[in-house]
């Protein structure tokens, strides 16, 4: 195949997408450039003979050092493992894509997009969605139709559209709109408190920038789809489904009534082994005519499809939800503070099924995260780690490094705290760790607000308190419902997961992913505003409990007292090879910290050493005043007087005539070397020298 090299316009760059020059053997691939900023995006297809039950998409997103001229920091001199930002654009790929695949589960398909040139201020992920759906629509996959994104922001003059890092400095609002040209089908925001009216006006928009960037793909992509070696999506069994349906939707629907999670559980999974007894004898006896290419193991994902239309079905009939609430009803809500005696803060939220322990622990500068990566070496003083453990939902699983989805949910839960997290007023580092304990409906959204509760209990100076909550949504034909605080099978079963985290002035931050085509704005702009009212109502509760933060931090946590000095005092603070300062710090859990400016902090959990520190280094930065007492060491006696260090560096005698109020005819009758005296400075002559006096604080 030839090279073919095409370009379109986006605000003042240009994204250029090419094809046939690079891996070629790959099913198909696309590189994708703007402004210095290169990705190469690769789709390979392979026929897998298990029939598998869902569909074996696989994303990945990689960022090579060498792609801005840098060797990697580890000590092997290699990129590793995936980092977070890694995995979190992979998501980002992966979410917008997944609903346009056709029900092609015999077939592995892999996406790996591979950043190779790197301008630091153009970010290559919207980038690899763009070529990751153009790289789709000239392979031979089933893909239904090619899908675009563009990253909006909002400030002062409206929203704009962004392909620079630094336009985003300022902003009020960081979002990223992805969809087809009818239809969006993924956001992803972080947003400083604004209102529910500019955050769809902010999709509107971006979506409205979707649409030629689409034809664009569509132009580039034509007459190169390769020849589609899947001919068609696999079929349900309609023989199989019908005779599910009719014989078991009403005990399947009498289960999924049941409000025990566990006890729900147990009986659909008795009653899966009923059923496949059931058509073993069906079979046996010929009493069905089943279609010949029909497998067992087609049963799962038929059974799959009855349980989610009889669910389905059963809402939009009868209007009513699996456990009986109002479709814009909250599940009770519990909250305990202090549940964890050392952790700085910690608060346990449970709402319905769904409970999480959410500590708050406090660091200094130096247990900042150090972030390496090809744009830039960073420090992150808010970490966000969100644990989701297989006991919440009663399983056994395997302990390791976290998931790809456990990475997502921290890191959208850290986007809804960061608005209200007042870095500037804030001399810690702050770790806040959420495990989820109970799992039965956005355990995501639960860790915003045991967030918010842990970092009030830990005295963290955060401006308003933030609650966080799923919508979901429920549509056939022209007939839609919108569910506040949605359960697990909601969710499954649903065809959007909404979450949305604000605070009483605004949004913070807004995930949505949408498994279904034709979402409009109407009712984008009714989930919105029902889930405005949502978390409005969690954040009265939240505010019964603690509503502002404590007045002391916990005793257990380091105290750090931040304060500055005159530059040209450093040396005399740290001494000579740092004799000084380690003389004052050491055999205590004192740290002290000098900046080259005059900054200085002391941080400690002793409060009378670090106090002591705290005022000899005071001290020793402080010039020298007449009139003042200052209390200090004899270092050397002579015959007609005695010279005492009152600063390092800074030794005044004091006369004998001055010593004491009587006449002494020998310094040693009544100082010694050592010593430590209180003395009154009386004068500083020109050649600097100090003149001291014990008798006039007689």
């Known amino acids: 195949?030839?090279?073919?090299?095409?370009?379109?316009?986006?605000?003042?760059?240009?994204?250029?997408?090419?094809?046939?020059?690079?891996?070629?053997?790959?099913?198909g691939s696309v590189v994708v450039e703007m402004n210095g900023t290169k990705i190469l995006v690769t789709v390979v297809s392979l026929l897998n003979n298990e029939n598998k039950n869902f569909l074996p998409l696989k994303v990945d997103y990689q960022e090579r050092f060498y792609a801005c001229g840098k060797i990697p920091g580890s000590f092997f001199k290699r990129e590793g493992r995936p980092t977070e930002r890694e995995v979190l654009v992979s998501r980002l790929i992966d979410r917008p894509l997944r609903p346009l695949f056709y029900n092609i589960n015999k077939y592995e398909i892999q996406i790996i997009v591979t950043v190779i040139?790197?301008?630091?201020?153009?970010?290559?992920?919207?980038?690899s969605i763009i070529g990751a759906s153009c790289a789709l629509c000239i392979s031979n996959v089933s893909f239904?139709?090619?899908i675009a994104a563009v990253r909006i922001g909002y400030n002062s003059d409206g929203f704009f559209l962004n392909t620079k890092?630094?336009?985003?400095?300022?902003?009020?609002?960081?979002?990223?709109v992805a969809g087809t040209k009818d239809s969006v089908l993924m956001v992803e925001s972080s947003a400083k408190e604004l209102s529910d009216d500019i955050m769809i006006e902010a999709i509107i928009f971006g979506h409205k920038n979707i649409k030629p960037i689409i034809e664009f793909i569509n132009d580039f992509s034509n007459n190169l789809k390769k020849k589609n070696f899947i001919l068609e999506n696999n079929k349900i069994n309609n023989y199989l489904y019908n005779w599910l349906y009719d014989k078991y939707n009403l005990q399947i629907i009498d289960i999924y009534n049941i409000q025990d999670k566990l006890v729900k559980k147990s009986l659909l999974n008795k009653l899966y082994e009923k059923i496949n007894l059931e058509?073993?004898?069906e079979i046996d006896n010929g009493c069905y005519n089943f279609e010949k290419d029909f497998i067992v193991s087609d049963i799962i994902s038929v059974i799959e499809k009855v349980e989610k239309d009889v669910v389905r079905n059963y809402i939009i009939s009868t209007g009513k939800r699996l456990d009986n609430r109002n479709f814009d009803e909250i599940r009770f809500i519990d909250i305990y503070l202090g549940y964890l005696f050392r952790a700085h803060g910690s608060a346990v939220f449970t709402r319905g099924e769904t409970q999480v322990i959410v500590s708050v622990t406090l660091g200094t500068k130096k247990d900042a995260q150090i972030i390496d990566n090809p744009f830039n070496r960073q420090k992150d003083e808010f970490i966000f780690h969100y644990n989701f453990n297989s006991y919440c939902v009663g399983e056994i699983g395997i302990i390791g490094s976290p998931k790809r989805r456990e990475i997502g949910h921290g890191n959208l839960a850290k986007k809804a705290m960061q608005a209200v997290f007042l870095e500037n007023d804030c001399p810690y580092?702050?770790?806040?760790v959420s495990e989820v304990t109970e799992s039965?409906?956005?355990?995501?959204?639960?860790?915003?607000?045991?967030?918010?509760?842990?970092?009030m209990d830990a005295g963290v100076n955060i401006s308003n308190h933030i609650a966080g909550i799923a919508m979901g949504l429920i549509k056939k034909n022209d007939k839609f419902i919108i569910l506040s605080d949605i359960s697990g099978e909601e969710d499954h079963y649903g065809d959007m997961d909404f979450k949305v985290a604000g605070t009483k002035i605004g949004i913070t931050a807004l995930q949505m992913d949408i498994k279904i085509s034709h979402i409009d704005k109407s009712i984008m702009t009714y989930a919105l505003k029902q889930a405005v009212e949502g978390y409005n109502y969690i954040l009265l509760i939240m505010n019964k409990f603690i509503s502002e933060p404590k007045k002391e931090i916990s005793k257990f946590a380091p105290k750090i007292k931040n304060f500055k000095i005159n530059i040209t005092k450093i040396k005399d603070v740290i001494g000579k090879g740092g004799a000084v300062i380690k003389s004052l710090i050491e055999g205590t859990d004192v740290s002290v910290d000098i900046q080259d400016n005059g900054n200085v902090q002391i941080v400690?959990?002793?409060?009378?050493?670090g106090e002591r520190v705290y005022r000899e280094i005071k001290r020793l930065s402080t010039d020298l005043e007449i009139g003042k007492i200052y209390k200090g060491k004899v270092v050397r006696i002579t015959d007609f007087g005695a010279f005492i260090n009152l600063i390092p560096g800074k030794d005044g005698l004091v006369h004998i005539s001055q010593i004491v109020n009587y006449k002494l005819t020998n310094v040693r009758d009544v100082l010694s070397e050592g010593q430590e005296v209180e003395v009154k400075l009386i004068d500083i002559d020109k050649q600097g020298k100090i003149r001291l006096s014990m008798k006039s604080i007689i």
């Open 165 to 176: 890092v630094d336009e985003f400095i300022n902003t009020k609002l960081n979002l990223v």
């Open 117 to 127: 040139s790197i301008n630091p201020n153009v970010d290559p992920d919207i980038l």
């Open 429 to 432: 580092v702050v770790r806040i």
């Open 144 to 146: 239904k139709e090619p």
């Open 440 to 455: 039965n409906g956005s355990s995501s959204m639960a860790s915003v607000c045991g967030a918010s509760l842990a970092l």
């Open 604 to 609: 400690y959990c002793n409060v009378e050493e």
């Open 1 to 27: 195949m030839s090279v073919i090299k095409k370009k379109i316009k986006i605000c003042d760059d240009y994204i250029y997408l090419e094809t046939g020059f690079i891996a070629k053997q790959s099913t």
């Open 279 to 281: 058509l073993i004898v």
